[in-house]
C-alpha cells in the first residue's frame, strides 16, 4: 500500500488549495479514504472521510461548507478541495486507509499547508 500526497503550500487566508492523494498497491475502489490533519502541538485530526463509491462524505464541523473530499476511482486518486482557507486551517494534511480485513492503517506522508498572510 502506497499513499502520496500533493498539492500542499502557502495560500493566503481566504484561499484555497486542491489537494491530491495518488494511491497504489491495493484495490483503491474497495477502501474507504480520508483525510486527516495535525498541526504543531495538537493531535492528528479527522477532516474528511469518503465511502468506496463516493457516496457517502462525512467532516470535522471545523470545515463543513468549505472543504470537499473527492476521489476518482479510475484514477485511484482521492482530493481535498479546499477553500476559504484559515490561519487555523495551517497543519500537515495527511491522506489515511484502513484495510478492510485487516484493520490495519495505512497513512501516506503527509503534506503542509500553511495559511498566512
Known amino acids: 500500500v502506497q499513499l502520496v500526497e500533493s498539492g500542499g503550500g502557502l495560500v493566503q487566508p481566504g484561499g484555497s488549495l486542491r489537494l491530491s492523494c495518488a494511491a497504489s498497491?491495493?484495490?483503491?475502489?474497495?477502501?474507504?479514504m480520508s483525510w486527516y490533519r495535525q498541526a504543531p502541538g495538537k493531535e492528528r485530526e479527522l477532516v474528511a472521510i469518503i465511502g468506496s463509491a463516493g457516496g457517502n462524505t462525512n467532516y470535522a464541523p471545523s470545515v463543513k461548507g468549505r472543504f470537499t473530499i473527492s476521489r476518482d476511482n479510475a484514477k485511484s486518486t482521492v482530493y481535498l478541495q479546499m477553500n476559504s482557507l484559515k490561519p487555523e486551517d495551517t497543519a500537515v494534511y495527511y491522506c489515511?486507509?484502513?484495510?478492510?480485513?485487516?484493520?490495519?492503517?495505512?497513512w501516506g506522508q503527509g503534506t503542509q499547508v500553511t495559511v498566512s498572510s
Open positions: 498497491g491495493f484495490t483503491f475502489s474497495s477502501y474507504v
Open positions: 489515511k486507509t484502513r484495510a478492510p480485513l485487516s484493520r490495519n492503517d495505512y
